[in-house]
């Protein structure tokens, strides 16, 4: 088995007691949390290994760290091959500062992007900038006029929108 899908298998197990999973997800935060706060340190260091030689260097057991890579994967500048992944693959942490703050924001995991290290990465009106900009990424907003129940319908048919396409709306 893939190292990836062993940790999907541990981490995403829906027949795990709740709560042990729970206490799993927990000690696995603060762990990410000490090697996000290592890696902010010296953004622009380029961190390379393979998955057992930044396990060791980070003080982690290779399924946390399966776990850190598969996390940080879309933050990458180069996308690791996390899905063939075993303990001597080679891996890079080179990430990109900006998506690494947005994919934060957007895992709501605040425990990472107010990292104080991001302080000395970004001030704060970039950081509320990227904030932002991630947050509205994710918001639906509707182009042009709402169609009315009695309007005519947009397809075009001349009927009403409440018995064209409209139906069960």
Wanted: hydrophobic residues 35%.
């Amino acid at each position: 088995m893939a190292l990836l899908q062993e940790w999907q298998s541990i981490a995403y197990n829906e027949k795990a007691d709740k709560v042990q999973l729970q206490q799993f997800w927990q000690r696995y935060f603060e762990l990410e949390k000490g090697v996000y706060e290592k890696l902010l340190e010296n953004p622009d260091q380029v961190v390379e290994g393979t998955v057992k030689e930044l396990a060791d260097k980070f003080n982690l057991e290779i399924m946390a760290m399966v776990g850190f890579l598969d996390g940080i994967n879309e933050s990458l500048i180069e996308p690791n091959p996390i899905d063939e992944m075993e303990e001597d693959t080679p891996v890079s942490l080179a990430f990109d500062k900006e998506k690494l703050y947005m994919n934060m924001v957007d895992a709501r995991a605040d425990w990472l992007y107010n990292l104080p290290q991001w302080n000395n990465i970004f001030d704060e009106k970039t950081k509320k900038e990227l904030y932002k900009r991630q947050k509205d990424s994710g918001t639906f907003r509707r182009e042009g006029k709402k169609i009315g129940r009695n309007d005519p319908c947009p397809c075009g048919s001349g009927k009403k929108y409440k018995h064209c396409c409209g139906k069960g709306a």
